[in-house]
């Protein structure tokens, strides 16, 4: 089955701190995978995207698919990077996402 | 407008009430999809459209769930007969065209409240 697994709901880190956010999928093809951030009261937006391979806002993610995970990295945490993150994975040839549950980031003062 | 657009905002419907919500997507946009997002869940898949062509609909829950784009542009999603069960946000998302590594834009979303 094809599924995205966001083990954390909420974490919380303080300002200056390095964030991992993780995701793990499962899939048996190729997988694309992406992150989407939700802000506060803002619409879900694309972060970034593995086949890129881009960092965006301080932010970068490696596919490991030997341990099938996507996590989501930045060495420095900044209160503006308090929102909700998604992992998504999109089947190779398809157009359709498959989300996580997605994990809340809360960055502390 | 310069994003995906989505109308009403919010949605307070009666068990057994049809309801219709909205989604204007970017203008020349291609692909459209309408994903599902209950309380505390990512969003869920429920159907894709290129220009006026459903080319899936496997994530209807029911067939109480109708999804057109008549003239491939603006979309409705209708649900009949809503149940306590349907109570989410209904995320409608738009792309340049279909292909799985091009990033969708969504819109803000429509909270439909079944009471």
């Known amino acids: 089955a094809q599924r995205v697994t966001q083990p954390e709901k909420l974490l919380s880190v303080f300002k200056g701190a390095p964030v991992e956010l993780k995701c793990n999928y499962s899939?048996?093809?190729?997988?694309?995978l992406f992150w989407y951030v939700q802000y506060s009261r803002q619409r879900l937006q694309l972060l970034l995207r593995?086949?890129s391979r881009e960092s965006i806002k301080g932010f970068t993610a490696d596919l490991n698919k030997g341990e099938t995970s996507f996590h989501l990295k930045k060495p420095f945490a900044q209160e503006e990077d308090s929102a909700m993150y998604y992992c998504a994975l999109s089947p190779s040839g398809t157009y359709k996402y498959i989300f996580g549950t997605g994990t809340r980031l809360k960055v502390l003062a | 407008g310069a994003g995906v657009s989505q109308s009403p905002r919010y949605k307070v419907a009666k068990r057994g009430q049809d309801v219709a919500l909205r989604c204007d997507p970017i203008s020349g946009h291609v692909s459209l999809f309408w994903y599902q997002q209950a309380l505390g869940q990512g969003p869920e898949f429920l159907t894709y459209f290129q220009n006026e062509a459903q080319l899936d609909k496997s994530g209807l829950p029911s067939d109480r769930f109708f999804a057109e784009r008549p003239e491939g542009s603006v979309s409705t999603l209708k649900i009949q007969r809503t149940q306590q069960e349907d109570s989410a946000v209904y995320l409608c998302a738009s792309s340049l065209d279909g292909g799985g590594n091009t990033e969708a834009f969504f819109g803000q979303g429509t909270r439909l409240t079944v009471v």
């Open positions: 899939y048996s093809g190729s997988p694309e």
């Open positions: 593995h086949i």
